[in-house]
């Protein structure tokens, strides 16, 4: 099994940045492929961004592209989302998610616990 722990969330005005950290321990084998979702109160959590085992594969929610960037350092077993030009919308609990898919995370298996990101205006 797989426990995810994300971290960096906050409050930030609109216009600025933050970086979200996810790191995985156990058995991270079973974590190859992330991604990271979100979910604004009141409603359905959404897909933001994924990132193959190895990095070369990635994807972006069409309302973070270009703004957010996700990667990952499999020596820290450490996944990343660098969130640019934030606004208001963007506020929501982020969470990082493990799927054993190399590429491509048609299916994910585990969850961490989700960390606060506050855009003001």
């Known amino acids: 099994q797989v426990q995810l722990v994300e971290s960096g969330g906050g409050l930030v005005q609109a216009g600025g940045s933050l970086r979200l950290s996810c790191a995985a321990s156990?058995?991270?084998?079973?974590?190859?492929?992330m991604g990271w979702f979100r979910q604004a109160a009141g409603k359905e959590r959404e897909f933001v961004a994924a990132?193959?085992?190895?990095?070369?594969?990635?994807s972006y929610a069409d309302s973070v592209k270009g703004r957010f960037t996700i990667s990952r350092d499999n020596a820290k077993n450490t996944m990343y989302l660098q969130m640019n030009s934030l606004k208001p919308e963007d506020t929501a609990v982020y969470y990082c998610?493990?799927?054993?898919?190399?590429?491509?995370?048609?299916?994910?298996?585990?969850w961490g616990q989700g960390t606060q990101v506050t855009v003001s205006s």
């Open positions: 990132i193959g085992w190895t990095g070369g594969t990635t």
């Open positions: 156990g058995r991270t084998s079973g974590s190859r492929a």
């Open positions: 998610a493990g799927s054993p898919y190399i590429n491509i995370p048609v299916r994910y298996d585990f």
